[in-house]
């Protein structure tokens, strides 16, 4: 199998699992097996040599297609992370608030303290 080959069916491969629907149970497993898919293609792209044959070629403008694809789905999935962070990070947050409400205000607003004896 020549290394275009191998770099098409990873680029496939891809494909299929980012058009997987995302759920929050999946979504780790997804990310990681993306993330393991991502780091075998950029190996083997060190090794791509120069398009020999029309075969080769073709594969290479089927890839860039897919890449393209690839990359928007992979955006919008990195965004629901990013939201689902950022809603996780403002739970925790007025979690604290509702714990202890008064943490925010300052001690020292309207003591006095007379040193007279």
Known sequence: MTVW???YD???????KVHQTVTEKNRGEIVAYV???LAERSALLHKLPQPESEGE???IADVLQKDIKINQKLEFLFDGLKRDMRNM???K???QRYANPYQSVSNYDGMY???KK
């Open 35 to 37: 993330e393991e898919i």
């Open 5 to 7: 080959k191998q770099f």
């Open 89 to 91: 990070k403002k739970q």
């Open 113 to 115: 303290v007379d040193h």
């Open 93 to 95: 947050s007025s979690k």
């Open 57 to 59: 070629r073709a594969l």
């Open 10 to 16: 990873l680029t496939q491969e891809l494909e299929e």
